[in-house]
């Protein structure tokens, strides 16, 4: 029964992270329409579109008021760029406050809250008209992540508490993160053309809904007598100056600054070099979906067979994602493009499989096994990628170019993978006196103890 549980629990998580980054992206290719038709600035979706558009059932988008007098090109890119980085940015204040709640709380409250807060933020997108209420819906995002992704992620490391489950149910999240970021557009691109730009926020938050009640049917907030005796997890600030967590937290932002820095400045590179059509640009991602998946995979079964190499295959990723970033400037059509970006997306799978359990590991074997904040901490570390890239790469592009950008990019993780040396013992030490759960030898204390106890023995 309770290996069945964590199972469900597993895809509750998996779903909420789908749809976490569904909502990222699915935007991206109704965001720029939808501001010019807020704006009057003749796009497709423009008020003087006639209704019903091009009959193929995009008439709802011809209904959008005009708020706005027709502005910049350049105008237009800023305030696209700073909506997508909005999420990001609140994320990242709102983590560390997340991470500590979750330590006192659990992890299925501040779960379920997460989703209430993305359904929310999802149903403002689908009746969004006018910049600001779009900004809000963003950043509403961003706190409902802030919950469910770290709480999601927290669950799943508390509940496979043994490798290499643990391993492989993070590599499935991971998996989902990757589909449900390089699915989202062709997704709201096609449902955004032929049924509105209501219908894939809609559709988003019906199935956040659906989450939501599973999760409460599996684990309902409160509902266990486990977290009466939890134990005191250790503080956010202690976990961040741990040198081995410091270390790891590195890794997993530098590896994500050439996706993140990438996704908005390789389209117009796409069009200015190599005079790339719309839909290579939008299917730009798409194919790097299977070599991440692939990554997962391999980083799941070496970790299985050689668990005291995790340092190293982070590593490897991290060189692969820095020779990949390379290589991007040197393409010269559509065909050569996609090799380096699967390569990059193949060591980001490599590095997030490997590191991600390591950091529940140090937690356990360092501190105490209770997982918010140091999940936390990695959050924090993909939204200093993520709030950064749409504002800063187009002025690294603007300024230095766009060779420069992914030059220095792929050297910055080329130089800190032999840093993850520094992890090479880390499968080597032994637990510490203070995680009382995994010392049988003194049986259980208290409640809490006791119900950790039956779940590992079942």
Request: hydrophobic fraction near 50%; include cysteine.
């Given at each position: ?74 105008n ?6 700073v909506?997508?980085?909005s ?8 983590n ?18 997460g989703?209430?807060v ?16 779009l900004?809000?819906?963003r ?11 770290t ?11 043994e490798?290499?489950?643990?391993s ?19 997704f ?23 989450d939501?009640?599973?999760l409460?049917?599996?684990?309902p ?11 005191v ?10 040198p081995?967590?410091a270390?790891?937290?590195?890794a997993l ?41 692939l990554?997962?995979?391999v980083?799941v ?19 692969i ?50 997982y ?19 504002i ?35 499968c ?7 995680e009382r ?22």
């Amino acid at each position: 029964e309770a290996r069945r549980q964590r199972r469900l629990l597993l895809v509750v998580v998996c779903v909420a992270l789908l749809l976490d980054n569904m909502l990222y992206m699915v935007i991206v290719p109704i965001i720029p329409d939808y501001i010019a038709a807020m704006r009057g600035g003749g796009g497709t979706a423009g008020p003087s579109a006639p209704a019903g558009g091009n009959g193929s059932g995009g008439g709802n988008r011809s209904l959008l008021p005009a708020r706005y007098p027709p502005a910049s090109g350049d105008n237009e890119d800023v305030q696209i760029g700073v909506l997508f980085a909005s999420k990001a940015m609140l994320q990242l204040l709102v983590n560390p406050l997340s991470g500590t709640l979750i330590d006192r709380v659990g992890y299925e409250a501040p779960l379920l809250a997460g989703l209430a807060v993305m359904f929310l933020s999802t149903a403002t997108f689908a009746f969004a008209e006018n910049y600001a209420t779009l900004f809000a819906a963003r950043s509403l995002q961003g706190l409902g992540s802030a919950f469910a992704d770290t709480a999601g992620i927290a669950l799943i490391a508390d509940r496979y508490a043994e490798e290499p489950a643990r391993s492989r149910a993070l590599g499935t999240a991971l998996a989902c993160i990757s589909f449900g970021s390089l699915a989202a557009p062709p997704f709201g691109g096609v449902l955004y053309e032929f049924a509105g730009k209501r219908v894939p926020f809609l559709v988003l938050a019906f199935v956040c809904v659906l989450d939501g009640l599973l999760l409460l049917v599996l684990a309902p907030p409160g509902g266990t007598g486990a977290r009466a005796n939890m134990p005191v997890g250790t503080p956010i600030h202690r976990l961040m100056i741990d040198p081995y967590i410091a270390v790891v937290a590195g890794a997993l932002a530098t590896c994500n600054i050439p996706l993140a820095f990438l996704e908005p400045t390789i389209a117009n590179w796409m069009k200015d070099s190599m005079g790339a059509s719309e839909w290579e640009v939008g299917l730009t991602w798409l194919p790097a979906f299977f070599p991440h998946v692939l990554g997962v995979y391999v980083t799941v079964r070496l970790a299985a067979a050689y668990p005291h190499l995790q340092w190293f295959y982070g590593a490897l990723g991290m060189a692969i994602i820095g020779a990949s970033s390379c290589l991007v400037p040197a393409c010269r059509n559509f065909g050569q493009v996609i090799i380096p970006l699967c390569g990059i997306c193949f060591g980001i799978a490599l590095v997030d499989t490997a590191l991600l359990p390591t950091l529940a590991f140090l937690v356990d074997v360092r501190h105490v096994s209770v997982y918010g904040s140091v999940y936390a901490i990695a959050d924090i570390s993909y939204c200093v990628a993520y709030a950064l890239g749409p504002i800063v790469a187009g002025q690294i592009v603007h300024t230095m170019g766009f060779a420069q950008l992914n030059l220095g990019m792929g050297l910055a993780n080329v130089l800190y993978a032999p840093v993850l040396l520094f992890l090479k013992n880390v499968c080597q030490m032994k637990p510490s006196h203070s995680e009382r759960n995994i010392l049988l030898e003194e049986g259980p204390k208290g409640l809490y103890d006791t119900i950790k106890m039956e779940e590992r023995k079942g």
